[in-house]
C-alpha cells in the first residue's frame, strides 16, 4: 500500500494503483473560473493529460478497472442542500452504480456521484466502473480505498 | 645477498606507502568532486549498465514499487511501476543538464520507443533542488514528469541522463546512461531481448530489433552492406 496525500487529503493506495491530487486552491484563472482541488485515484496508469472528470482515463479503463475523482467545490457550497450529507462516503452499493449516471458515456461503463459536506468542504465523489456487468466485484474495492480516505 | 633482501624490502615498503597516499588523495578528490555535485552533466554513451552496486531491494526488482513526488505544475502524483501492463522507461533528466537536452526536446516530439507498451516517465529532483518553472518550460505534455528527490536517491541515480527499464511487476530489465535518442533505443532493445533470453523465450530470430541489427545499422550508415567484402577480409592482411 502506497500514501496518496496532497491539499488536506490523503489515501492509502492498494498496491499497483495510481492516484494525484491537483493543486487547485480556487485560484482564479484566466477566464475567471476558479481551480478546484481534484483528486484521481485509479486502479491502472493515469494518462498525464485528463480532464477532472476522467476524460483522458476513462478510455483506458479495462472491465477490471476502477476509476475514482473527489472534487471540490468552492467553500460557499458546503452544508448547502447538495452538499448536505455531512459524512465521507465509505460504503457504496454495487446497486447505486448507473450506466447513465457517467460523466462520459462508454459502453459496459457505470458510474456514481455522490456530494457531501466534511469539514467545512464540499466535495463529489464520483466513481466510474470498467464492467457495469463486475459491479459487485468492482464495488468492493471502491469501498477498501474509500475506507483509508482521509480529510482534514 | 643480505643487503639486496633488505633494499628489495625497503623497495617494497616504499611502495606500498606511494600507493596507499595515491589512494587517498584519489579518494579525497572524488569526495570533493561529489561534494560539488560534479558528475550531474556528465553523459557516458554505455549500453545496459550493471557494473555498479545493484540499487534493487531483491534480485531485479526496483527499490520502489511506485514514484511520488510533485509535477512542474505543484500537483501530488503516485505513478505505480506494479501496475502489471508493459514496461516503464524512467527517465532521469535535469532541466540544467546540456546532455537531457536531447530527451527533453525527444519526448516533445513524435519519438518511438522499442516495444510498443513502453510508458515514459520523466524524473527530476525534487523543487528544493530543481526549479519547477525550468521543468515546466521543457516537461513535455504528454508525458508525465515528476519532481522527486527521493526516487532519485532509491535509484541511486549516477549521473544525468540516467534510464530505467522496469517491467509491469516493478523488475528492473536494465539501466543506464545514453547520450542520444538512438543510444537510448539500443538501451531499450538491448534491455528488452537480455530480459526475453534471460526468461529463456529468445532464440535467434525472436528479436530481430536487437544487438545485431542495431550493429547492422551503424555498418549501413558507413556504407558497408551485407555482402561487402570487407567484411571478409583479414584484418591481418590489409
Request: glycine share 12%; with cysteine.
Given at each position: 500500500?502506497?500514501?496518496?496525500?496532497g491539499?488536506?487529503?490523503?489515501?492509502?493506495?492498494?498496491?499497483?494503483w495510481?492516484g494525484?491530487?491537483?493543486?487547485?486552491?480556487?485560484?482564479?484563472?484566466?477566464?475567471?473560473a476558479r481551480r478546484p482541488?481534484?483528486?484521481?485515484?485509479?486502479?491502472?496508469?493515469?494518462?498525464?493529460q485528463?480532464?477532472?472528470?476522467?476524460?483522458?482515463?476513462?478510455?483506458?479503463?479495462?472491465k477490471?478497472?476502477v476509476?475514482?475523482?473527489?472534487?471540490?467545490?468552492?467553500?460557499e457550497?458546503?452544508?448547502?442542500?447538495?452538499f448536505s450529507d455531512?459524512?465521507v462516503p465509505?460504503?457504496?452499493?454495487?446497486?447505486?452504480?448507473d450506466?447513465?449516471?457517467?460523466?462520459?458515456?462508454?459502453?459496459?461503463?457505470?458510474g456514481?456521484?455522490?456530494?457531501?459536506t466534511y469539514r467545512?468542504?464540499?466535495?463529489?465523489?464520483y466513481?466510474?466502473l470498467?464492467?457495469?456487468?463486475?459491479?459487485?466485484d468492482?464495488?468492493?474495492?471502491v469501498?477498501?480505498?474509500?475506507?483509508?480516505l482521509?480529510?482534514? | 645477498?643480505?643487503?639486496?633482501?633488505?633494499?628489495?624490502?625497503?623497495v617494497?615498503?616504499l611502495?606500498?606507502?606511494l600507493?596507499?597516499?595515491l589512494?587517498?588523495?584519489?579518494?579525497?578528490?572524488?569526495?570533493?568532486l561529489?561534494?560539488?555535485?560534479?558528475?550531474?552533466?556528465?553523459?557516458i554513451p554505455?549500453?545496459?549498465?550493471?557494473?555498479r552496486p545493484?540499487a534493487?531491494?531483491?534480485?531485479?526488482?526496483?527499490?520502489?514499487t511506485?514514484?511520488?513526488?510533485?509535477t512542474?505544475?505543484?500537483d501530488?502524483?503516485n505513478?505505480?511501476?506494479?501496475?502489471?501492463r508493459?514496461?516503464?522507461?524512467?527517465?532521469?533528466?535535469?532541466?540544467?543538464?546540456?546532455s537531457?537536452?536531447t530527451?527533453?526536446d525527444?519526448f516533445?516530439?513524435?519519438f518511438?520507443?522499442?516495444?510498443?507498451d513502453a510508458r515514459?516517465?520523466?524524473v527530476?529532483?525534487?523543487p528544493a533542488?530543481?526549479s519547477p518553472?525550468?521543468?515546466?518550460?521543457?516537461?513535455?505534455p504528454?508525458?508525465?514528469t515528476?519532481?522527486?528527490t527521493?526516487a532519485?536517491?532509491a535509484?541511486r541515480v549516477?549521473?544525468?541522463?540516467?534510464?530505467?527499464?522496469a517491467?509491469?511487476?516493478?523488475?528492473?530489465?536494465g539501466?543506464?546512461?545514453?547520450?542520444?535518442?538512438?543510444?537510448l533505443?539500443?538501451l531499450?532493445?538491448q534491455s528488452?531481448?537480455?530480459?526475453?533470453?534471460?526468461a529463456?523465450q529468445?532464440?535467434e530470430?525472436?528479436?530481430?530489433?536487437?544487438?545485431?541489427h542495431?550493429?547492422?545499422?551503424?555498418?549501413?550508415?558507413?556504407?558497408?552492406?551485407?555482402?561487402d567484402p570487407?567484411l571478409?577480409?583479414?584484418?591481418?592482411?590489409?
Open positions: 500500500m502506497s500514501r496518496l496525500i491539499r488536506g487529503m490523503q489515501v492509502e493506495l492498494p498496491p499497483g495510481e494525484a491530487v491537483t493543486s487547485g486552491d480556487f485560484r482564479e484563472l484566466s477566464d475567471g482541488t481534484v483528486m484521481h485515484i485509479a486502479s491502472f496508469p493515469l494518462p498525464p485528463r480532464g477532472d472528470w476522467g476524460s483522458g482515463a476513462v478510455q483506458l479503463m479495462r477490471t478497472d476509476f475514482m475523482v473527489l472534487f471540490e467545490y468552492l467553500p457550497q458546503a452544508g448547502t442542500p447538495l455531512n459524512e465509505r460504503q457504496l452499493d454495487p446497486s447505486e452504480f450506466e447513465t449516471a457517467l460523466q462520459e458515456m462508454r459502453r459496459g461503463q457505470s456514481l456521484q455522490r456530494f457531501f467545512g468542504r464540499a466535495f463529489c465523489l466513481v466510474v470498467g464492467s457495469h456487468l463486475d459491479r459487485k468492482l464495488v468492493p474495492r469501498n477498501e480505498v474509500l475506507a483509508g482521509e480529510i482534514e | 645477498m643480505e643487503a639486496v633482501l633488505i633494499v628489495e624490502g625497503l617494497i615498503i611502495l606500498l606507502i600507493v596507499a597516499g589512494l587517498r588523495s584519489h579518494g579525497e578528490i572524488l569526495r570533493r561529489h561534494a560539488l555535485g560534479a558528475g550531474e552533466d556528465i553523459a554505455t549500453g545496459p549498465s550493471r557494473r545493484p534493487t531491494a531483491g534480485f531485479g526488482q526496483a527499490p520502489l511506485e514514484l511520488s513526488g510533485v512542474p505544475a505543484g501530488t502524483v505513478v505505480s511501476l506494479i501496475h502489471g508493459g514496461t516503464t522507461l524512467i527517465s532521469f533528466l535535469s532541466s540544467g543538464c546540456s537531457c537536452r530527451f527533453w525527444a516533445s516530439g513524435d518511438e520507443l522499442p516495444g510498443v515514459p516517465v520523466i527530476t529532483k525534487g533542488a530543481e518553472e525550468g521543468v515546466a518550460s521543457l516537461a513535455p504528454g508525458i508525465t515528476l519532481m522527486s527521493e532519485w536517491d535509484f549516477p549521473m544525468t541522463p540516467y534510464f530505467l527499464l517491467d509491469g511487476a516493478g523488475n528492473v530489465l539501466e543506464g546512461s545514453a547520450s542520444t535518442w538512438r543510444h533505443q539500443g531499450v532493445r528488452l531481448s537480455d530480459s526475453r533470453r534471460s529463456g529468445a532464440d530470430n525472436a528479436d530481430p530489433n536487437g544487438r545485431a542495431f550493429a547492422d545499422d551503424d555498418l549501413r550508415r558507413a556504407g558497408i552492406e551485407p555482402g570487407s571478409y577480409r583479414n584484418p591481418i592482411d590489409s
